[in-house]
Nanobody, 115 residues
Framework: QVQLVESGGGSVQAGGSLRLSCVAS????????LSWYRQSQGRERELVAG?????SVKGRFTIIRDYVKNAAYLQMNNVKFEDSGVYYC???????????????WGQGTQVTVGT
């Protein structure tokens, strides 16, 4: 099993910066991927940063992965009001050698951008 703990959310003014962190722990064979999603009010959960960053945040957000620490960070610069939402860390892991990949989600961290 994999546990994901996110931190770093909070309130920030438009144009400001925020850095989210996600650390994976537990018992698993290997980590295949770490990504960030978000869910804004009234909208479906969307991918923010995976293999690439979403067009809506390109040039402003950067995902940094550290597979030694099994951690992922989302550096958010020049945030906009529409970046507000709950940000979720998502991990894809192998629980044992030869097993199938399994997806896990963190509990989410709230980001609120003020105008």
């Amino acid at each position: 099993q994999v546990q994901l703990v996110e931190s770093g959310g909070g309130s920030v003014q438009a144009g400001g910066s925020l850095r989210l962190s996600c650390v994976a722990s537990g018992s698993f064979y290997g980590m295949l991927g770490l990504s960030w999603y978000r869910q804004s009010q009234g909208r479906e959960r969307e991918l923010v940063a995976g293999a690439e960053v979403a067009d809506s945040v390109k040039g402003r957000f950067t995902i940094i992965r550290d597979y030694v620490k099994n951690a992922a960070y989302l550096q958010m610069n020049n945030v906009k009001f529409e970046d507000s939402g709950v940000y979720y860390c998502q991990a894809t892991a192998l629980l044992d050698y030869g097993g199938s990949p399994v997806d896990y989600w963190g509990q989410g961290t709230q980001v609120t951008v003020g105008t």
